[in-house]
């Protein structure tokens, strides 16, 4: 059983800056594709930012284009959120999940809520204008 585990969440002024963590346990992060969620109150879960397991390409929603970067570290087995520039629109319960298949697709960066299995805890982020 893949089970992830987020950090990093709080709160934060406009135009700052907040790094998320997630570490999965029992899953190498660089075996299958990672990403993000986000989900404010009364709305859906929304696709943020992903990465293949190849660790090569990486997927972006238009709204964090330029200013969220998704990334890893394989020797600590982590994957990041990095988040500038941040905007009270951005407050949220941030979600990290993976697949249930590894590895397959090079380029396979899985954008929709249905393509992943397994789900963190989430953590929360508040951007205060």
């Known amino acids: 059983q893949v089970q992830l585990v987020e950090s990093g969440g709080g709160l934060v002024q406009a135009g700052g800056s907040v790094r998320l963590s997630c570490v999965p346990s029992?899953?190498?992060?660089?075996?299958?594709?990672m990403g993000w969620f986000r989900q404010a109150p009364g709305k859906e879960r929304d696709f943020v930012a992903a990465?293949?397991?190849?660790?090569?390409?990486?997927s972006y929603a238009d709204s964090v284009k330029g200013r969220f970067t998704i990334s890893r570290d394989n020797a600590k087995n982590t994957v990041y959120l990095q988040m500038n520039s941040l905007k009270p629109e951005d407050t949220a319960v941030y979600y990290c999940?993976?697949?249930?298949?590894?590895?397959?697709?090079?380029?396979?960066?899985?954008?929709?809520?249905?393509?992943?299995?397994?789900w963190g805890q989430g953590t929360q982020v508040t951007v205060s204008s």
């Open positions: 999940a993976t697949t249930r298949a590894t590895r397959g697709r090079l380029g396979y960066v899985p954008v929709f809520s249905y393509e992943y299995e397994f």
């Open positions: 029992g899953r190498t992060v660089s075996s299958a594709a």
């Open positions: 990465l293949s397991w190849s660790g090569s390409v990486t």
